[in-house]
């Protein structure tokens, strides 16, 4: 499905948009396995092994942000991991051995409220032994310039990896903690050529692991639903403590495409660990609680207010 060109253009940017890969029939699946989970956020007041929920969720009136590690919530997600659609856009992007890593997930930007995502890059989550790491996000519904789009930095992985660490000032590990976004403070990045990306309903995204990118909150009356999956080459492995070897049988049992390899390919790629641990586990949200400060304007009660926060000019 990728053209000579449009690798090139990955390489060159980071990422890709690639049109109507999913099937209207799948497509509709994707829905209505989605909306089913999210179904079950009714009655409950906390964060479930599942779901996410937004800050302002009540059990009457249930605000999902994330279905967490989908293809263990529903086994159609898992089957679609290997949809031959996708597997034609990443097997010329990462090689024919394609692994799903054991993370992914849904994110729910609804009308009025989706929580934005603070500017991070995946690789801070989980640094591999090569390059060949990247994510694809399947767009549930057409993502505009009004609905909290994705928003990519061209290039921005061929840079630096960014610290994605906290730093508490009284008293706590000289280290920090990690986050899960870009201190700012300490990495004045230039975001004024970050791109918002738009797309139509079965379209997929693909980006580096090393892409920095993020996303503003949601203030259209219209949904912004994303199936994000996690891909590696099936000869990059996880490094230490970032991903559990201990069912080595489950870590083969994703792969999706091609075949396992005991031979990791070593390669000096740029390393920052994501420990110590984010204070507030479970998802990106809650691990970018602690961040010292905010990029994108977080109060869904502000109607009024910008996208983006005045006060940070980058």
Same mark, same amino acid.
């Given at each position: 499905?990728?053209?000579?060109?449009?690798?090139?253009?990955?390489?060159?940017?980071?990422?890709?948009?690639?049109?109507?890969?999913?099937?209207?029939?799948?497509?509709?699946?994707?829905?209505?396995?989605? /909306?089913?989970?999210? +179904?079950?956020?009714? $009655?409950?007041?906390?964060?479930?092994?599942? #779901? @996410?929920?937004? =800050?302002?969720?009540?059990?009457?009136?249930?605000?999902?942000?994330?279905?967490?590690?989908?293809?263990?919530?529903?086994?159609?997600?898992?089957?679609?991991?290997?949809?031959?659609?996708?597997?034609?856009?990443?097997?010329?992007?990462?090689?024919?051995?394609?692994?799903?890593?054991?993370?992914?997930?849904?994110?729910?930007?609804?009308?009025?409220?989706?929580?934005?995502?603070?500017?991070?890059?995946?690789?801070?989550?989980?640094?591999?032994?090569?390059?060949?790491?990247?994510?694809?996000?399947?767009?549930?519904?057409?993502?505009?310039?009004?609905?909290?789009?994705?928003?990519?930095?061209?290039?921005?992985?061929?840079?630096?990896?960014?610290?994605?660490?906290?730093? /508490?000032?009284?008293? +706590?590990?000289?280290? $920090?903690?990690?986050?899960?976004?870009?201190? #700012? @403070?300490?990495? =004045?990045?230039?975001?004024?050529?970050?791109?918002?990306?738009?797309?139509?309903?079965?379209?997929?995204?693909?980006?580096?692991?090393?892409?920095?990118?993020?996303?503003?909150?949601?203030?259209?009356?219209?949904?912004?639903?994303?199936?994000?999956?996690?891909?590696?080459?099936?000869?990059?492995?996880?490094?230490?403590?970032?991903?559990?070897?201990?069912?080595?049988?489950?870590?083969?049992?994703?792969?999706?495409?091609?075949?396992?390899?005991?031979?990791?390919?070593?390669?000096?790629?740029?390393?920052?660990?994501?420990?110590?641990?984010?204070?507030?586990?479970?998802?990106?949200?809650?691990?970018?609680?602690?961040?010292?400060?905010?990029?994108?304007?977080?109060?869904? /009660?502000?109607?009024? +207010?910008?996208?983006?926060?005045?006060?940070?000019?980058?």
């Amino acid at each position: 499905m990728l053209t000579p060109d449009d690798v090139e253009r990955y390489r060159e940017t980071g990422y890709l948009v690639v049109a109507d890969v999913l099937e209207r029939e799948t497509l509709a699946e994707l829905k209505r396995v989605t /909306d089913e989970i999210v +179904a079950g956020a009714a $009655g409950i007041t906390e964060h479930t092994d599942v #779901l @996410d929920l937004e =800050p302002t969720h009540t059990p009457a009136e249930p605000r999902v942000r994330r279905i967490k590690r989908p293809h263990l919530a529903h086994p159609f997600f898992r089957d679609l991991a290997g949809h031959a659609g996708i597997m034609a856009v990443l097997e010329p992007l990462i090689g024919p051995d394609i692994r799903l890593r054991a993370g992914g997930k849904v994110n729910m930007k609804s009308p009025g409220y989706g929580a934005p995502v603070e500017w991070h890059q995946d690789w801070a989550f989980y640094p591999h032994t090569n390059a060949d790491v990247l994510a694809v996000g399947i767009l549930l519904d057409d993502m505009t310039a009004d609905n909290g789009p994705v928003m990519f930095l061209p290039g921005s992985h061929r840079g630096d990896v960014y610290d994605h660490h906290s730093y /508490d000032h009284d008293g +706590a590990s000289p280290l $920090g903690a990690f986050c899960g976004a870009i201190n #700012l @403070d300490k990495h =004045p990045i230039d975001l004024s050529s970050a791109c918002e990306v738009y797309g139509t309903a079965g379209s997929i995204t693909v980006h580096d692991a090393r892409l920095v990118h993020g996303s503003a909150m949601n203030r259209s009356d219209a949904p912004r639903r994303i199936l994000f999956y996690e891909y590696a080459a099936a000869d990059a492995w996880p490094l230490a403590g970032v991903e559990s070897m201990r069912d080595f049988e489950e870590f083969n049992g994703r792969i999706v495409h091609g075949e396992p390899t005991l031979e990791p390919r070593v390669e000096p790629v740029p390393v920052r660990m994501p420990l110590p641990i984010a204070k507030f586990q479970g998802s990106i949200y809650e691990n970018q609680r602690t961040l010292d400060t905010s990029f994108f304007n977080h109060d869904p /009660d502000r109607r009024d +207010a910008p996208m983006m926060n005045e006060e940070v000019s980058r």
